[in-house]
């Protein structure tokens, strides 16, 4: 019998955990992968100058935000090593407001968003990636999902080992990453740096697939169960 309270509660609506995980983990990946970590990446020379120094020198700090905005970010939109990611950025919000904003949840404190992001990745933390995600589907599909995202991140940059160093977009790595934009529409550039940014992705997924069957090969095997006595 439904509760008289069914429409009010929006039952007719299907429930999924799964997706509700799903939704949650690509709309925090998503936003703090472009709205804070691309800008970081993009603009390193920049921002280090006046990024928080949180005990390890400026540059440390802020490779290790990066590793989390961007990587771990990455990480958990596909739902690879999706809880690994969600720690690091717990860590990562949780040094940002205490650190940074001073625990000031005000708005001129600033410390509202690492607060809601905190939240986010704490759930994921104790709830998993769910069915719809790469942890979901397996082992070694979450480690080729983990060398796909490593991929993507990486090849760019790799890309700019390979490019002539006499074109104007080429004189510095972080001249290079800011630059994005104009290299991949660039008629010098843009093909030799997809190649090269499609080919690592490429590879790195196969590597971490094939390292991901090897170590889940054993775990696949059948096991035979007596049946039980009459």
């Not at 990636?129 to 589907?137: F, I, L, Q, W």
């Amino acid at each position: 019998m439904k509760s008289k309270l069914w429409i009010v509660n929006l039952g007719f609506i299907p429930q999924s955990v799964n997706l509700a995980l799903l939704f949650l983990r690509c709309a925090v990946g998503i936003s703090m992968l472009t709205l804070h970590g691309w800008d970081k990446l993009t603009g390193y020379g920049t921002v280090v100058e006046h990024f928080p120094d949180i005990g390890v020198g400026r540059h440390l700090s802020l490779m290790m935000a990066l590793f989390a905005e961007v990587v771990c970010s990455g990480l958990l939109v596909v739902g690879a090593l999706s809880r690994f990611a969600a720690a690091v950025l717990m860590i990562n919000m949780s040094v940002a407001l205490l650190m940074v904003h001073h625990g000031d949840l005000s708005h001129s404190g600033g410390g509202e968003p690492a607060a809601l992001y905190l939240f986010a990745y704490i759930t994921i933390l104790l709830a998993g990636a769910g069915r719809y995600s790469a942890d979901g589907a397996g082992g070694p599909w979450a480690f080729t999902a983990f060398g796909l995202v490593a991929g993507i991140f990486t090849g760019y940059p790799i890309s700019y080992h390979f490019q002539p160093k006499t074109h104007p977009f080429t004189g510095s790595l972080e001249t290079y990453l800011a630059k994005i934009t104009q290299v991949l529409h660039d008629d010098d550039l843009a093909t030799r740096a997809i190649c090269i940014w499609a080919a690592c992705a490429l590879v790195f997924a196969l590597l971490a697939g094939v390292i991901g069957r090897a170590l889940y090969r054993d775990r696949r095997q059948l096991v035979a169960v007596d049946p039980a006595a009459p």
